[in-house]
């Protein structure tokens, strides 16, 4: 055996668990994960028009309810089957006290008045948190989107980045320096539009069904992609009563949600708080106390959602 031969087998034998190990240590975890990923999707398409920052994982664009980008979903596919012998499964338990917060918030999405939306028009959210550079460059920002109603107009994101960096020339996430930055966010098949979310399911066993047909090979769990996916479509979710209540009554029927008595958004704004495990550890839901209207996360904060005319204006609902 030759050196390198030899080096490269010490290097993967480092990465696997010794014989006995009930579970991969987290270091190791997260090595090998990451480097399948960067095996896998170093080929993956790229849209010029839009970055993402490392450090954050981005709620837009929504994905559709299938499995798109071969590449992706084949590296998501492969972590997943390394990371299920490695991990051992855990039975999530359920809260009454959450399933009651649950359907309470239900009821109230559900007495909300339905926004008219027409296709010429733009769905409007605006929220706040940061982005994670490295361990001392964390960036607060504000970002703003303009996505077309029949998704067949480019859009916007106005990113405005309150603490960070000047601008620097030939920084690859100049970007993301302190400033306003406008960034075109063209048509996109394998993005949900306003009109197809509008034709999702009310009923939330259907819906649910729905979502963890369209989640799978995602996350460590179906629970807990499942979870993701339905955080993700709160924000437009809110100007579609009932959807938003077949949300929050399909969220009820995953275990694993727990109430948290005191939660912040991450601005800041005191509520009432649904924790579950999601990929990348725990999320939290933040909600008003007293109106139980969505405030965001403990990550990011959800300010504004309405419709504009035009992709740049602010919301006119």
Do not use: C
């Not at 240590?25 to 999707?41: I, N, Q, S």
């Not at 999702?200 to 993701?228: C, F």
């Amino acid at each position: 055996m030759n050196p390198e031969e030899r080096e490269e087998r010490q290097e993967l034998a480092w990465l696997l668990p010794s014989p006995g190990e009930p579970v991969l240590p987290t270091h190791r975890h997260d090595l090998l994960k990451d480097r399948l990923m960067r095996e896998l999707t170093e080929q993956a398409p790229r849209l010029p028009e839009t970055t993402t920052a490392p450090g954050r994982r981005a709620r837009a664009p929504r994905r559709r309810f299938a499995v798109i980008a071969v590449p992706l979903a084949t590296a998501a596919a492969i972590v997943a089957a390394v990371l299920a012998g490695a991990v051992g499964s855990r039975t999530a338990t359920t809260d009454p006290d959450a399933v009651d917060l649950l359907r309470r918030i239900a009821e109230v999405a559900a007495a909300q008045k339905a926004v008219p939306v027409r296709d010429d028009q733009y769905v409007y959210v605006r929220t706040q948190g940061a982005m994670k550079f490295s361990d001392t460059d964390i960036r607060v920002l504000r970002e703003a989107s303009w996505t077309a109603v029949d998704g067949r107009r480019a859009g916007l994101r106005r990113v405005t980045v309150l603490v960070g960096p000047p601008f620097r020339a030939r920084d690859p996430f100049s970007s993301y320096s302190k400033g306003t930055h406008d960034m075109k966010l063209s048509p996109d098949p394998n993005v949900t539009t306003f009109r197809e979310l509008q034709a999702l399911p009310t009923d939330p066993d259907a819906l649910l069904e729905k979502i963890y047909a369209g989640t799978g090979g995602e996350g460590q769990t179906r629970q807990s992609a499942a979870l993701e996916k339905i955080g993700d479509l709160l924000p437009d979710a809110t100007l579609l009563p009932e959807l938003d209540a077949a949300l929050y009554r399909a969220a009820a029927k995953i275990p694993g949600v727990s109430v948290v008595a005191d939660a912040k958004d991450y601005t800041g704004r005191s509520g009432i708080g649904l924790s579950f495990r999601e990929r990348d550890g725990r999320t939290v839901w933040v909600f008003d106390r007293k109106s139980l209207g969505f405030l965001g996360s403990a990550d990011e904060a959800l300010l504004e959602v309405g419709v504009t005319d035009k992709a740049g204006e602010t919301s006119t609902t």
